[in-house]
Nanobody
């Protein structure tokens, strides 16, 4: 069983920055995408950023593109999320996710709390 270990969350004031990291406990074959999701209290989990094995990134919410940057290495695999100009509405638990294999297996991290104070 692959484990994804996240780090880098914490408490930051509005306008601050954090960098989240996620590393797998072992290599994963046939990685399709590496993703960051977040879930705020009382809200559904949402996709924040995704990067494919070729390194092409996408941000479903275009308003995050100017503040968040996803990078990663599918060969390890590791994935990072650099978050700048953080706002109170960015407060959530952030989850790392890797989709891999013929069947599109989903691997999830345990989540890391990001809290932005105003």
């Amino acid at each position: 069983q692959v484990q994804l270990v996240e780090s880098g969350g914490g408490l930051v004031t509005s306008g601050g920055s954090l960098k989240l990291s996620c590393a797998a406990s072992r290599t994963i074959s046939h990685v399709h995408t590496m993703n960051w999701y977040r879930q705020a209290p009382g809200k559904r989990r949402e996709l924040v950023a995704t990067i494919n094995r070729e390194g092409s990134a996408a941000y479903p919410d275009s308003s995050l593109k100017d503040r968040f940057t996803i990078t990663g290495d599918s060969s390890k695999p590791t994935v990072f999320l650099q978050m700048n100009d953080l706002r109170p509405e960015d407060t959530a638990v952030y989850y790392c996710n890797i989709e891999a294999g013929y069947w599109g297996d989903q691997h999830w991290g345990q989540g890391t709390q990001v809290t932005v104070s105003s």
